[in-house]
């Protein structure tokens, strides 16, 4: 079975100050670990994924399998980094069943 | 290029009434998926089709749900009879294959 979990279903931060979402996976292969991320008043969209090892809107992620995490990075945030922010999982071999966690609401302040 | 769209937006209806919601996925998708998102929960999978197949839908209530993907295109989720406990928001997305999935904006149904 696949699961993931996030810890946290709110966190506030100030503008500039680092953040950081957590996300934690079970699984006994060898996982796709993405962050969704969806905006106030718009559709779920990708982030980022862990097999391309970009940075995103200044956000990073790395997959850290010792401690079966992927938690999402950003340095300084910034206000339009305010939304609902979704870790998922997809194990390889299970198709393209992709397992989401409850979801970490960031809001930035000013 | 227009996105995964979905009708209707929103639902209102008494229990054990039915209910349909429709997906027009990206042209050229052949994946497409169906999650069920409750209050304060992440996307939950009720159903994928690759093309005109479904191929899980280990989570889907056959009881009073079922769903169909005609023509490996559109898709329709039918809910009947809707219970109080199905209010939630229904959405679609679709991919290419395996990679990003691509959300439409939902359904959302309150069941009274």
């Known amino acids: 079975a696949q699961r993931v979990t996030q810890p946290e279903k709110l966190l506030s931060v100030f503008k500039g100050a680092p953040v950081e979402l957590k996300c934690n996976y079970s699984y006994s292969g060898s996982p796709e670990l993405f962050w969704y991320v969806q905006y106030s008043r718009q559709r779920l969209q990708l982030l980022l994924r862990h097999i391309s090892r970009e940075s995103i809107k200044g956000f990073t992620a790395d997959l850290n399998k010792g401690e079966t995490s992927f938690h999402l990075k950003k340095p300084f945030a910034q206000e339009e980094d305010s939304a609902m922010y979704y870790c998922a999982l997809k194990g390889r071999g299970g198709g393209n069943k992709l397992t989401f966690g409850t979801g970490t609401q960031l809001k930035v302040e000013l | 290029e227009a996105g995964v769209v979905q009708s209707p937006r929103y639902k209102i209806i008494e229990k054990k009434q039915p209910v349909a919601f429709w997906c027009n996925p990206i042209s050229g998708h052949n994946t497409l998926y169906w999650y069920l998102q409750n209050l304060g929960q992440g996307p939950e999978l009720l159903i994928r089709y690759e093309n005109e197949e479904a191929v899980d839908d280990s989570q889907l209530p056959k009881d009073r749900f079922s769903a169909e993907r005609l023509k490996g295109v559109d898709s329709t989720l039918k809910i009947q009879p809707a219970e109080l406990g199905d209010s939630a928001v229904y959405l679609c997305?679709?991919?290419?294959?395996?990679?990003?999935?691509?959300f439409g904006e939902g359904s959302r149904l309150t069941v009274l």
């Open positions: 997305a679709s991919s290419p294959g395996a990679g990003e999935l691509f």
